[in-house]
């Protein structure tokens, strides 16, 4: 994991048993009474949750970067929203609806001007499919999930985590060392690994490590790309279809046919077509109100090396029979509609 992520210390990662375990302990063990934080509407719950948690705990005040039709971000806005109480900077690096990528290696280069701000990285959606060089970023987190593109099992996750360094873990206890202290042991992994570790987990990340290394990152990276652009150019010959995926090395395209609701072409995929799909708001309720997908949100196909061209094909054919049939498939009862969140209500509560 040090490898790939660039970092200089192996132990300075740090095992958990998901991104949203890492992203809690992150968030939780760092931020103080009072703190500011800058995060972006593309943010998932894992972010969102223990942020708002945290403002209404530890008076945190979070300010809330918008984003354009396809989730980018412009990091000019991240800039324009520090301020000597902001401590720390948290950005999606690729949006788990959109797949749109963010320009970290920017933000972090000018982060390094701000001696106090930290920069946490979820990187979720990306290690695995786009390199990280963390020379580069200067991250002081990185988050990642072992059952994506690492392709590891459930339930196993992690962190990178800045050696100079050192937040309040969420759990302390055994670590099968240093017995005698009655305090948890100082120092990254220790800290923080309490408890049985999930070594299954963590040993399929070392074969799926190495099997990403075998096949290059930037070959998965570059296959992506030409998978996700496939699929999009194909998508587009459809009128009836709004497309809100640019192609991209997150294997990520999401897409709603006009007048279906997401759940229900959802539904069709997976039962009648055998195609795994998400839909909805997935996560991440801030995003829809800027791509135009409230309030029910979209339909996500995720891509990965594996992916065949028969698989695109036949998941291309399924949605031209849907849309040619279109008449009987569309909504007969729209559910009850409902409000999705704004990054906006934040700022009308400061007025
Ligand atoms: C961007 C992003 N962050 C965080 C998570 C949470 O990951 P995990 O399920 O490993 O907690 C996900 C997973 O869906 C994600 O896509």
Request: proline residues 4%; contains cysteine; charged residues 15%.
């Given at each position: 994991m040090a490898k790939l992520l660039n970092v200089k210390f192996p132990t300075s990662i740090v095992f958990?048993?998901?991104?949203?375990?890492?992203?809690?302990?992150?968030?939780?063990?760092?931020?103080?009474?009072?703190?500011?934080?800058?995060?972006?509407?593309i943010e998932h719950n894992s972010v969102i949750r223990p942020l708002v948690r945290l403002e209404k705990e530890r008076a945190v005040e979070i300010s809330w970067v918008p984003v354009d039709k396809i989730g980018t971000i412009n990091p000019d806005d991240i800039f324009n929203m520090i301020t000597t109480k902001t401590r720390l900077v948290i950005v999606n690096h690729a949006s788990n609806v959109t797949g749109t990528i963010q320009d970290i290696e920017s933000i972090g280069r000018r982060l390094q001007k701000y001696p106090n701000v930290r920069f946490l990285i979820d990187a979720s959606q990306t290690v695995g499919h786009i390199n990280i060089d963390n020379e580069v970023i200067k991250a002081d987190f990185i988050a990642f999930t072992g059952h994506k593109a690492l392709l590891g099992i459930s339930g196993v996750g992690g962190y990178y985590i800045n050696p100079e360094i050192q937040i309040r873990p969420i759990k302390v206890g055994?670590?099968?060392?240093?017995?005698?202290?009655?305090?948890?042991?100082?120092?990254?992994?220790?800290?923080?690994?309490?408890?049985?570790?999930?070594?299954?987990?963590?040993?399929?990340?070392?074969?799926?490590?190495?099997?990403?290394?075998?096949?290059?990152?930037?070959?998965?990276?570059?296959?992506?790309h030409v998978k996700t652009r496939r699929i999009i150019e194909q998508l587009s010959t459809f009128k009836e279809i709004t497309l809100y995926s640019l192609p991209n090395a997150s294997g990520i395209v999401s897409f709603n046919i006009n007048g279906i609701i997401p759940s229900r072409l959802s539904t069709f995929l997976a039962d009648n077509a055998s195609i795994s799909n998400r839909s909805g708001l997935m996560c991440a309720p801030f995003i829809h109100e800027f791509i135009k997908t409230n309030?029910?949100?979209?339909?996500?196909?995720?891509?990965?090396?594996?992916?065949?061209?028969?698989?695109?094909?036949?998941?291309?054919?399924?949605?031209?029979?849907?849309?040619?049939?279109?008449?009987?498939?569309?909504?007969?009862?729209?559910?009850?509609?409902?409000?999705?969140?704004?990054?906006?209500?934040?700022q009308k509560k400061e007025v």
């Open positions: 958990t048993s998901n991104a949203t375990e890492s992203l809690n302990t992150i968030i939780d063990g760092y931020l103080k009474f009072g703190d500011h934080v800058v995060s972006t509407a055994g670590t099968g060392v240093l017995s005698e202290l009655l305090v948890q042991p100082a120092g990254s992994p220790l800290h923080y690994e309490s408890g049985t570790m999930n070594m299954i987990g963590i040993g399929s990340l070392y074969y799926g490590i190495n099997y990403l290394n075998r096949i290059g990152i930037e070959n998965i990276s570059r296959d992506l309030p029910f949100g979209c339909v996500r196909i995720s891509l990965s090396h594996f992916t065949t061209q028969d698989e695109i094909k036949i998941f291309i054919n399924y949605i031209g029979q849907i849309i040619a049939d279109l008449d009987k498939v569309k909504n007969i009862n729209i559910p009850v509609v409902y409000s999705n969140p704004s990054i906006y209500d934040f």
